[in-house]
Each structure stands twice: as structure tokens, then as C-alpha cells.
């Protein structure tokens, strides 16, 4: 299937929509939502927005790090989520989500170890680097997928050692995809951000709301 560019595929599985062309359904009551995700960034956005929803953590889902085009691997890990959970909860509309740094066309994954973050910390300091997010939204009983990814351009601030590891001392980096959470700390390794904020944290916020009006569900 193609979606948002030429050559984009997703997994295999039920109808999948771009969120450019989702179509409108029609719910006989609102389904219960569920939030695929161990997030705890994900969950005050969904609780900002005013929804109600139970989560429900993605147990088994394998996250790729690599073989495709950014937005892509964003997407097909947030389906991996959002249907783990969504094989338990048929009834549910089940929400996935997965966020990834890229520098040069390198992805950024979350860091394994201390290390590691302060390496990933020192590539990004002083750079452009871009923050997509994937979002998958599906129903088993509707037989359903929506899917789309956002993209946010980040400039980190110039970084020495010293003021990466005090950095490391207010955050733990160890949950995060290139080792730094926008919302926590931010001003003391963040220059300026070029588009959503919120997907920088974890989920576009204004985008999935788009997504979820548009079904009936918000």
C-alpha cells in the first residue's frame, strides 16, 4: 500500500488508511480505547487531550531498527504495537506508536546503556536532526487500520561532556529514543524545534486527534 509518498509499504493485514484519506465511519457507540505503550510521556498526551483510555503494554512486539525509509520503520513498529494488543481487545480501538531519531540518515534508537546515551547525546549536540513518529490506530471488529507518521525537525544545542552527563543526572536516557526527552529539561539541550512538539515527545498530538474525529472516536 502506498501512503503520504510513492514506495511507502505497511505490514500485511486488514484495510489500511493513510490519514489523508481516512474514511468516515460510523461507530454505534464509541469503542473503548487502549493506549499500546509503556509511554508514560504518551499517556499525559492522550490524557491532555481529553480522552479516556486504559493501557495495555505491547508484550512481544519486536521493534525493528533498521531495513527501511524513517517513516516507514516508524509506522510498521507502531502496527506491530497497536495489533499485539489489538489480538487480545477485538472490540477496542487500540493505539501504537513508536518514535525514532535520525542524524544523516543514521536511526537512533533508545540507548542501552549510560554509555551509550552519552555517545548518542554527543552525535546530536550542536546538529539538526530530524524526530519522526508512527502512529498506528486499529479496530479488529472494524476490521480497520489508520496510519501515519510526523515528521519534527530538532536543533540541539553545542554540548560538552560535562553538560551531558549533569543532563543525564535530571533525565533518565535510557527510556528515549536518542537519549533526551524534549519536555524534560529541554531548554538545557534544546536551540529551537521545527514543527510539532508533541511528536517529539512520543505522539503528534494534533494529528492523531484529526485522525481519531474523523472515525467518530473523540
Known sequence: MECGRKGVRLLPGWFAYCVVNIPTLTMPHKPEIILASASPRRELLLREMGLRFGVVLPTGAEEATGGAAPDVLAIQNAQRKARAVAGHHSEALVIGADTIVVLDGVI?????????????LGKLAGRR??????????????????????????????????????????????????????????????????????????????RLRTALEKIGAA
Open 108 to 120: 537512533f534508537g533508545k540507548p542501552r546503556d549510560l554509555a551509550d546515551a552519552e555517545t548518542m
Open 129 to 206: 536532526h530530524d524526530v519522526f513518529t508512527g502512529v498506528c490506530i486499529t479496530c479488529h471488529q472494524l476490521k480497520t487500520e489508520i496510519t501515519f507518521a510526523e515528521r519534527t525537525g530538532v536543533w540541539m544545542r553545542a554540548l560538552n561532556r560535562e553538560q551531558i552527563r549533569d543532563y543525564f543526572t535530571k533525565v533518565n536516557p535510557l527510556d528515549k529514543a536518542g537519549a533526551y526527552g524534549a519536555q524534560e529539561f529541554g531548554e538545557l539541550i534544546l536551540e529551537r524545534v521545527e514543527g510539532s512538539f508533541s511528536n517529539v515527545m512520543g505522539l503528534p498530538v494534533e
